[in-house]
Nanobody, 121 residues
């Protein structure tokens, strides 16, 4: 029973900013890599940003320089600061986390339910 809950999505105008949050809870010993992926309308899911346990970040080419991923290990939470948003950023954004469970078992992959980000004038 591990849950990822995203928040912060919504409707914004081009050039504005949003910050997404994703909190992991449940049967967790620790959280390894965390990341954000998105699925624009009519397209496949793509990497937005990923951050490992020591805060080394990787970004998709289309968001590099505009988005910043960060994490709070004490809260098992990952954030995505999205600046200079444009219409191409419109998508459902999904949180992903690698979780070490509290007990026996190996590394688990979990996904959030998704949060809608719409950028429109």
């Amino acid at each position: 029973q591990v849950q990822l809950v995203e928040s912060g999505g919504g409707l914004v105008q081009p050039g504005e900013s949003l910050r997404l949050s994703c909190a992991a809870s449940g049967n967790i010993f620790s959280v390894n890599d965390m990341g954000w992926y998105r699925q624009p309308p009519g397209k496949q899911r793509e990497l937005v940003a990923r951050i490992n346990s020591i805060a080394t970040a990787t970004y998709g080419d289309s968001v590099k320089g505009r988005f910043t991923i960060s994490r709070d290990n004490a809260k098992n939470t990952v954030y995505l600061q999205m600046n200079s948003l444009n219409s191409e950023d419109t998508a459902v954004y999904y949180c992903n986390a690698e979780v070490w469970p509290d007990g026996p078992g190996g590394l688990e992959q979990h996904w959030g339910q998704g949060t809608q980000v719409t950028v429109s004038a």
